[in-house]
């Protein structure tokens, strides 16, 4: 079993819908996790961490469900431009930064 | 703003060549990584820097090796390249090692490395 696993799509959605993404973890002694937002032949970069209290920011929201051990990541109003990979990212609060293999995200017009 | 900026971007090598990828980071970090990137595979550290004069083995160090030539560089060598080391490879820096502490980690823009 992946210690990270994500769905891997792709999710084919129109302009304007909610979407939302899981990823789940084996490591129940992970403390620190983050979504990562990959284009097409670029590198990762940081979309958001994801707090135990759940975090917003702008159209993107992260939950957290330790109990279940999984992160999600919703997002509201999509637009072109939100079209990319989304890497789930997940460590014990070292170096060791765990990656999923990533959901791909096609927004269509 | 430079950030962390790799060399070369596009490499085909033969079984068995050598060759070194380069790395440099303008933004004084402490630490600095090297990783895969494989088709339906997540990132995979090869090996990283936490300071400089320092050098640590990642998940997948075999067949590879690496320089922390100053707190602004790190070169990753392949000695005798396969072909399952070909593969998208991202140098990336970051303040510590400590990612529960906010140390975000900047990537490079990546190498795509081909072993024929």
């Known amino acids: 079993r992946k210690e990270v696993e994500q769905d891997p799509g792709p999710f084919n959605v129109p302009e304007g819908a909610t979407v939302a993404f899981n990823c789940t973890y084996s490591?129940?002694?992970?403390?620190?996790f983050f979504w990562y937002r990959q284009d097409c032949r670029k590198e990762p970069k940081l979309l958001m961490s994801?707090?135990?209290s759940g975090n917003e920011d702008g159209r993107f929201t992260a939950q957290l469900n330790r109990a279940s051990q999984y992160i999600s990541l919703l997002i509201r109003d999509s637009k072109l431009s939100d079209s990319a990979t989304y890497l789930c990212?997940?460590?014990?609060?070292?170096?060791?930064?765990?990656f999923g293999s990533g959901t791909r995200l096609l927004v269509r017009p | 703003n430079a950030g962390v900026t790799q060399t070369p971007k596009f490499q085909v090598l033969k079984t068995g060549q050598s060759m070194t990828l380069q790395c440099a980071q303008d933004?004084?970090?402490?630490?600095m990584y090297w990783y895969r990137q494989d088709p339906g595979m997540g990132l995979r550290l090869i090996y990283y820097?936490?300071?400089?004069?320092?050098?640590d083995k990642g998940e997948v160090p075999n067949g590879y090796n690496v320089s922390r030539l100053n707190k602004r560089e790190f070169s990753l060598r392949l000695e005798s390249a396969a072909p399952s080391q070909t593969s998208v490879y991202f140098c990336?820096?970051?303040?510590?090692?400590?990612?529960?502490?906010?140390?975000?980690?900047?990537f490079g823009e990546g190498s795509w490395l081909t072993v024929v």
């Open positions: 990336a820096s970051s303040e510590g090692l400590d990612s529960s502490s906010g140390n975000t980690i900047y």
């Open positions: 490591n129940s002694a992970s403390q620190s």
């Open positions: 994801v707090y135990s």
């Open positions: 990212v997940v460590s014990n609060g070292s170096y060791k930064l765990i």
């Open positions: 933004m004084n970090h402490n630490s």
């Open positions: 820097s936490a300071s400089e004069g320092t050098t």
